[in-house]
């Protein structure tokens, strides 16, 4: 089972960017897709971002255009460029492991959580 640490959460002004980073126990080529979620009090967990292995992504309607996921394979880690940040952008950010799949393009994520890390967007 795969081990994930996120990181690099933090407070930020609204209108700033900060970078989140997921560091994986394995070699993340063996993994078809990983993700970013997030769950801000009182609400669900929701996924924010998927990439798979050949890059293919999946983004919230409510993050197009703000924020890019993206994955160095080298270092075993996934990283979430978050811009343009928002109040409502503030959560505990989470990754996840998982998989697309080619027939259905369905993305779909079973792994343990990790810790996640806060993210605060306030003035």
């Known amino acids: 089972q795969v081990q994930l640490v996120e990181s690099g959460g933090g407070l930020v002004q609204p209108g700033g960017s900060l970078r989140v980073s997921c560091a994986a126990s394995i070699s993340i080529i063996s993994i078809n897709a990983m993700g970013w979620f997030r769950q801000a009090p009182g609400k669900e967990r929701e996924l924010v971002a998927g990439?798979?292995?050949?890059?293919?992504?999946i983004y919230a309607d409510s993050v197009k255009g703000r924020f890019t996921i993206s994955r160095d394979n080298a270092k075993n880690t996934v990283y979430l460029q978050m811009n343009s940040l928002k109040p409502e952008d503030t959560a505990v950010y989470y990754c996840?492991?998982?998989?697309?799949?080619?027939?259905?393009?369905?993305?779909?994520?079973?792994?343990?959580w990790g810790q996640g890390t806060q993210v605060t967007v306030s003035s």
């Open positions: 996840n492991a998982g998989s697309r799949s080619l027939v259905t393009m369905r993305w779909s994520f079973a792994g343990s």
């Open positions: 990439i798979t292995s050949g890059g293919s992504t």
